[in-house]
T-cell receptor
Framework: KAGVTQTPRYLIKTRGQQVTLSCSPI?????VSWYQQTPGQGLQFLFE???????NKGNFPGRFSGRQFSNSRSEMNVSTLELGDSALYLC????????????FGSGTRLTVV | GENVEQHPSTLSVQEGDSAVIKCTYS??????FPWYKQELGKRPQLIID?????GEKKDQRIAVTLNKTAKHFSLHITETQPEDSAVYFC???????????FGTGTRLLVSP
C-alpha cells in the first residue's frame, strides 16, 4: 500500500513569501502530525490533526498553521517566511489518536533565501 | 514541558559489536516509546516501539527495554552491520496529548 506522500519534495522561497505544504496519509490513517527537522533543533513537533481538528500544537509562532480535510489529507502553511524557517518538514500519519505506529513521509525540504 | 534526553550523540563501533543508545523522558504520563532510524537524506523509519505496559521487546537483532520507574528506555542493537549506520532517534508520546517528543538523535557508525 502507498506510504505517506508529501509534496512538493523541494521548495525555494524568498523571505516574506508564504508557502503551503501537502501531506497525504496512508489510506485509512486519520491522524496526521507535522514536524520540523533542522540540524540544530532536531525534530520539533508542529501540530497534530485528527478528524479535521487540530488536537495539539507545538511551540511555533502563529505564522505556522495547518488544516486537515475530510479525506485526512493535511496541509500546513507558513506565512511571512524567515530565513530560520529553512528546514525539512515531515509529516507522519497514524491510524488514530493514541495508536502509535507513526509513519513518516519523505518530507519537504524548504529553503528560504 | 516534556523533554527527552538521548545519549550518546555519536557512537562508533566495529562490525559485530553491540550498540546501546539510552533515553530519559520527563513526562511520567508518557506511555508509548518508538525508535526511528534515519539514513542520510531519507525519512525517519520506525524500527521498534514499546508501550508502557511492557518492559522489553525484541525483533531479531534489535531490542528495546523500558524502566518506567526511572523513566528510562534503551535501544540495543546486536551483531551490528555497516548498514546499521544511521542516525537513531528515540521518542516519547503521551497519548492523551498526541505529541511525539523526540530525543536529539544518535549518530551510529559501524565500521567494517
Amino acid at each position: 500500500k502507498a506510504g505517506v506522500t508529501q509534496t512538493p519534495r523541494y521548495l525555494i522561497k524568498t523571505r516574506g513569501q508564504q508557502v503551503t505544504l501537502s501531506c497525504s496519509p496512508i489510506s485509512g490513517h486519520r491522524s496526521v502530525s507535522w514536524y520540523q527537522q533542522t540540524p540544530g533543533q532536531g525534530l520539533q513537533f508542529l501540530f497534530e490533526y485528527f478528524s479535521e481538528t487540530q488536537r495539539n500544537k507545538g511551540n511555533f509562532p502563529g505564522r505556522f498553521s495547518g488544516r486537515q480535510f475530510s479525506n485526512s489529507r493535511s496541509e500546513m502553511n507558513v506565512s511571512t517566511l524567515e530565513l530560520g524557517d529553512s528546514a525539512l518538514y515531515l509529516c507522519a500519519s497514524s491510524l488514530a489518536q493514541g495508536a502509535g505506529g507513526y509513519t513518516f513521509g519523505s518530507g519537504t525540504r524548504l529553503t528560504v533565501v | 514541558g516534556e523533554n527527552v534526553e538521548q545519549h550518546p550523540s555519536t557512537l562508533s563501533v566495529q562490525e559485530g559489536d553491540s550498540a546501546v543508545i539510552k533515553c530519559t523522558y520527563s513526562d511520567s504520563a508518557s506511555n508509548y516509546f518508538p525508535w526511528y532510524k534515519q539514513e542520510l537524506g531519507k525519512r525517519p523509519q520506525l524500527i521498534i516501539d514499546i508501550r508502557s505496559n511492557v518492559g522489553e521487546k525484541k525483533d531479531q537483532r534489535i531490542a528495546v527495554t523500558l524502566n518506567k520507574t526511572a523513566k528510562h528506555f534503551s535501544l540495543h542493537i546486536t551483531e551490528t552491520q555497516p548498514e546499521d549506520s544511521a542516525v537513531y532517534f528515540c521518542a516519547a508520546l503521551n497519548t492523551g496529548f498526541q505529541k511525539l517528543v523526540f530525543g536529539t538523535g544518535t549518530r551510529l557508525l559501524v565500521s567494517p
